[in-house]
T-cell receptor, first 110, second 113 residues
């Protein structure tokens, strides 16, 4: 089964800072998902990518297939970005092919 | 579009009771799944379905039962609740297995006393 590691586990930053969250995995994959979960809330898909880079508003996701690594960047961070960010990979095991990381808990202070 | 609708949002059960978590999607998605989320752990797959009439076990299926009689609905049944089943449960759907983005319900917080 694919091993998915996210770093950091917890991150506290000031409003306006540039944020980077990392995801590494152990076995080759076909795609990677970035998900967002607000406190007490549901889970929302931010990106699904298999190569290169995707951008949506202030969020940027990149993936390096050779290095088995992905990053999620948040530019001009805002308190409403406070959430848990979850990386999930497709391929390399798991009953339905998906393996989830444990999440990165981000707090943006005003 | 309502997306994925999950009910109830909160439930308290006594050990040994049974209940059903409901999940419905209106996007005509073939793939649906149930996960549980526990502190310090990633989402863990309980059961999944790749289409109506087809279900399969995930990583932690014991104590849970599912059926998929229609494309829209994928209920999760707890047969005899145990304190170890205290968790937050999420239903998810996507176009097909390994295809498209994931859509999640709002979650159901279950406490078993």
């Amino acid at each position: 089964k694919n091993e998915v590691e996210q770093s950091p586990q917890n991150l506290t930053a000031q409003e306006g800072e540039f944020i980077t969250i990392n995801c590494s995995y152990s076995v080759g994959i076909s795609a990677l998902h970035w998900l967002q979960q607000h406190p007490g809330g549901g889970i929302v898909s931010l990106f699904m990518l298999s190569s290169g880079k995707k951008k949506h508003g202030r969020l940027i996701a990149t993936i390096n297939i050779q290095e088995k690594h992905s990053s999620l960047h948040i530019t001009a961070s805002h308190p409403r970005d406070s959430a848990v960010y979850i990386c999930a990979v497709e391929g390399g095991g798991g009953a339905d092919g998906l393996t989830f990381g444990k999440g990165t808990h981000l707090i943006i202070q005003p | 579009n309502a997306g994925v609708t999950q009910t109830p949002k909160f439930q308290v059960l006594k050990t040994g009771q049974s209940m059903t978590l409901q999940c419905a999607q209106d996007m005509n998605h073939e793939y649906m799944s149930w996960y549980r989320q526990d502190p310090g752990m990633g989402l863990r797959l309980i059961h999944y379905s790749v289409g109506a009439g087809i279900t399969d076990q995930g990583e932690v299926p014991n104590g849970y039962n599912v059926s998929r009689s229609t494309t829209e609905d994928f209920p999760l049944r707890l047969l005899s609740a145990a304190p170890s089943q205290t968790s937050v449960y999420f239903c998810a759907s996507r176009m097909a297995a390994n295809t498209g983005e994931l859509f999640f319900g709002e979650g159901s917080r279950l406490t078993v006393l």
